[in-house]
């Protein structure tokens, strides 16, 4: 048995595995809306809008805090804990500015008018973005608990797996999000 | 060395080095919450799945011999209805929204409670670590949640049956408006939102199970257990997930737009609507064929999700008994890949009569007509198994050629629905109900009883009763036929679906003889079903006991484990793989395990 171990060392580790089996399943998900966004665009009675400045802004909130969790994972490697800690917080800092960005975005579409009753490109936003931010929420939490984790005295893991999903998780939301966002420019 | 290892991989390898002396399986203190309830043994969990879904399917079987008691005998009243039912029989008859409200049920708890939860929860999680020699899945505590996301998705869904307003009536596809206006109907009420919540548990348990299905079958397999050396159950249970995660993922976009439209004031599928008694919605500029859309695109892998455990299942079941190797190993995985592939692009034939345009709808009627090329490179490998065999009549073994029937049956009529032109004039009549009840219906009850005959030896240490098995299978193989086959004249006739009383429609008074019979049939059917499941539980307990450990004399790896296997599955190291799963009847030998050494002089394949 410690050969069969031994011939797994060489794959995937079955819980990265999982991971981007799951990612397939979001992206499904999210292709699916867009595919009804496009079917849904075509047809007569659409309306249009144009998109608030803010989400610009979240753009850059995400895109830094893809940098600041890399760098986290490449501390932790490194067993640089303080440092490993310090880029966790603040990516945690980025992603809640991303959240807070979006909601403001969201804000400023509803007082421009755009609210939910219709099917247009702002009702699709609302639930598309919507659905996006769950997306980081959850990675949000799940951060957090490794960042309490490496504050736990009792066992010092050095396993670099769970903090490698994480990474693989989080420039997932952030590749997901740059994708939602540029989908959304080309169709304004 | 403790099995948790090979469960978590190598990376905690280290972390369990103190272990490593250690050999018995049960290390851990079992009690039994840990054991029976929150297990994560792939076992139990399959365990739960199994006895979960047959008492969804005793509860949707019942529900269609309520129905047909409607419609067999529109005229008569029956006041042990009113005991049931209530307000909803009342004087002994099923209330028009009471018999759409058992009809839009029994297609859900069938098609998803049983037939996907009940079947790929079942083996899936039985079956693969077993048969690819590991000692469980890659996450068990994933495994074990996604059993509970189905059970709370089942406590959702009986809730629904006992609200006020009624379960939902819409449909099993919940076709908007139906499903979008609350006003529409009293089961689009609360009795859908119930519904919808069910189903987005279902969903959370379905991804769950399928994620870890398919990094399980990739990435914990034994050591020589190539790809091409998986017996065939996995390779379809290993399909059957990968269409799962990929489209009920999709499911869930529709069925969330669809919650907008009921509670937030969108209108994504509705639009002009007027419903009498309520007036005018405000709903405008939806489309409701957005929602088909999203819908079928799950919709029809799902036949699939329902069909493939059941055909990866026929396949081994008819080798080992057949005592002949599988014929067309490689046509067989490739026929499996086809299928899986077509499954995503053929959705729209469901949708012919939506005012599809024509030439969309050829270049779909011609890809659902490609699927009875992989469909028929199967039948012909089945049957080409079975030429000059040395067949054993086990139960599981008629369940398997049962199953090859009732496909080949129910498939021919698909190349009919399949095109467009007949599927116009056949569409929304009982043509088609014959048609997917005995394609994926009753075949994939086949598969499943299959299943459950052959491998129950290892899941209980027990074998069930074969007279009562004998009686199970023979009525039920009749029983389905004489029950789905007159509803092609029927249909074929014109008869639509989803009338409640045909007596007063002259096109169609002729048939309320034949529905009669066919109402009879179904319940004697039924009661043989309850038959089974009386069978199942005796025999838990009270069935003949498993003395050898291989009783079916199989070459796969799950006989290689002790009759009773604990958590873990191989009290010692995993065997390793030297061949395919299917030497049966080589060189002189009546079968080989797969985990037997190739000889000096053994003639290929091996």
Redesign the interface.
């Known amino acids: ?5 031994g ?3 060489k ?5 990265k ?2 991971l981007w ?2 990612l ?3 992206i ?6 867009t ?2 966004y496009i ?2 665009g075509s ?1 007569p ?3 249009n809008i144009s998109l608030p400045k803010l989400f610009y802004y979240s753009t850059g909130a995400i895109l830094l805090s893809s940098v600041t969790i890399q760098l986290a994972e490449k501390a932790f490697k490194e067993r640089n804990r303080p440092r490993y800690r310090s880029l966790m917080t603040v990516t945690v800092v980025l992603a809640i500015a991303f959240i807070v960005f979006q909601l403001y975005g969201f804000k400023e579409l509803y007082n421009s008018g755009i ?6 490109a702002g ?1 699709f936003l609302y ?1 598309i973005f919507g ?1 996006h931010i769950l997306h980081v929420l959850g990675g949000i939490v799940a951060l957090i608990v490794m960042f309490l984790k490496s504050y736990s005295g009792k066992i010092r ?1 050095y ?3 769970p903090v490698e999903v994480m990474t693989t998780y989080w420039h997932f939301v952030d590749f997901l999000w740059i994708y939602l966002f540029v989908f959304f420019l080309l169709k304004m | 060395m403790s099995h948790e290892a090979a469960l978590h991989g190598h990376s905690e390898v280290i972390s369990h080095d103190a272990h490593h002396d250690e050999h018995h399986v049960h290390h851990h203190k079992e009690t039994f919450i840990s054991k029976y309830v929150f297990s994560m043994d792939h076992k139990t969990i399959a365990k739960q799945f199994l006895i979960s879904g047959m008492i969804w399917a005793l509860i949707g079987g019942l529900m269609s011999v309520l129905f047909r008691l409607q419609l067999g005998y529109p005229d008569q009243s029956f006041p042990f209805l009113e005991d049931i039912l209530g307000r909803w029989a009342k004087g002994g008859r099923i209330s028009a929204e009471n018999y759409y409200a058992l009809v839009t049920m029994h297609g859900t708890v069938l098609v998803f409670f049983v037939l996907t939860g009940g079947l790929s929860g079942t083996f899936a999680n039985f079956l693969i670590p077993l048969q690819i020699g590991a000692r469980d899945m890659a996450s068990p505590f994933l495994n074990m949640l996604s059993y509970w996301f189905f059970f709370g998705a089942s406590i959702v869904m009986i809730s629904s049956l006992f609200v006020q307003t009624g379960p939902f009536s819409g449909g099993w596809t919940a076709y908007p408006p139906l499903s979008a206006l609350g006003e529409a109907s009293p089961g689009s009420k609360v009795g859908m939102d119930l519904w919808i919540t069910a189903m987005a548990l279902f969903v959370v348990s379905s991804l769950l199970g399928g994620l870890n299905y398919i990094s399980t079958v990739l990435n914990m397999r034994t050591k020589g257990m190539s790809m091409t050396r998986l017996p065939l159950t996995i390779w379809a249970l290993f399909f059957t997930a990968v269409l799962g995660v990929l489209s009920f993922p999709v499911l869930l976009s529709g069925f969330i737009l669809l919650l907008f439209d009921r509670h937030a004031g969108t209108s994504f599928y509705l639009s002009d609507i007027f419903i009498s008694g309520v007036g005018p919605m405000d709903h405008e500029g939806g489309s409701a064929i957005l929602f088909q859309h999203l819908f079928w695109f799950l919709g029809h892998p799902e036949v699939y999700i329902i069909l493939l455990p059941a055909m990866g299942m026929a396949s081994e079941i008819l080798s080992v008994n057949s005592r002949k190797p599988i014929f067309g190993y490689m046509a067989m995985v490739g026929s499996l890949f086809a299928i899986a592939i077509l499954a995503f692009l053929v959705w729209a034939h469901h949708m012919f009569v939506t005012g599809l345009n024509p030439f969309l709808g050829s270049v779909f009627v011609l890809l659902t007509l490609l699927i009875a090329v992989p469909s028929a490179i199967k039948v012909f490998n089945w049957l080409t198994t079975l030429w000059r065999a040395n067949i054993r009549f086990t139960p599981g073994m008629l369940f398997a050629l049962g199953f090859v029937s009732l496909f080949i049956s129910g498939g021919l009529t698909g190349i009919f629905l399949g095109n467009s032109t007949l599927d116009i004039t056949l569409h929304d009549t009982y043509f088609v109900i014959a048609h997917f009840h005995i394609v994926m219906g009753v075949s994939a009850f086949f598969g499943m009883f299959a299943g459950i005959y052959h491998w129950y030896p290892k899941m209980y240490g027990r074998y069930l009763n074969n007279t009562m098995a004998y009686i199970h299978f023979w009525v039920t193989l009749a029983g389905a036929y004489l029950i789905f086959w007159p509803m092609h004249y029927e249909g074929l006739a014109g008869m639509p679906r989803r009338y409640m009383d045909y007596s007063n429609w002259e096109s169609f008074k002729q048939f309320a003889e034949l529905n009669k019979f066919i109402s009879t049939v179904a319940m004697i059917v039924f009661a043989v079903q309850i038959l089974f499941v009386f069978n199942f539980f005796y025999s838990i307990w009270k069935g003949r006991k498993v003395t050898t450990q291989n009783p079916w004399e199989s070459n796969t790896l799950e006989w290689t484990t002790p009759i009773r296997p604990g958590h873990g599955n191989w009290p010692g190291e995993i065997p390793e793989v030297h061949r395919w799963a299917y030497d049966y009847s080589k060189d002189g030998r009546d079968f080989i395990p797969q985990n037997e050494p190739i000889g000096p002089d053994e003639t290929t394949p091996h």
């Open positions: 048995m410690t050969d069969s171990v011939s797994q060392r794959k995937i580790h079955p819980h595995f999982t089996v799951a397939a399943s979001i499904m998900m999210f292709a699916g809306l595919s009804a079917v849904k047809m009675g659409w309306i609210k939910m009753e219709g099917s247009g009702q639930i659905l893991s396993n670099p797996v």
